[in-house]
């Protein structure tokens, strides 16, 4: 899988240091994927979770044993990961991020 957005995932672990490592592991885990559908994505990530709005389809990890949360868009047939937001778990319990998806 190719990821569009790692400037968005550098920029929250210069702020956020314990986050650094979670997300390159990742990373580094989504780019050996060729996931087709949101089952393979669970058989990889057991705590992913789906969440769709207005129609699209969002994929949200939990990374760093739940302390941060990602939330991405895939799009399986072109093997693309797209970052939208990343947040630590109490930004993401507010659930004031789904105004910018």
Known sequence: MDIVGKLILQEFWEAH????????KWIQTVEAATWRNFGQVKQTYGTASSYRKNGRKFVIFNIGGNKYRLVTAINYQGQVVVVKITLTHSEYSKDKWKEYL
């Open 17 to 24: 240091s314990r986050a650094k490592s979670p997300l390159e």
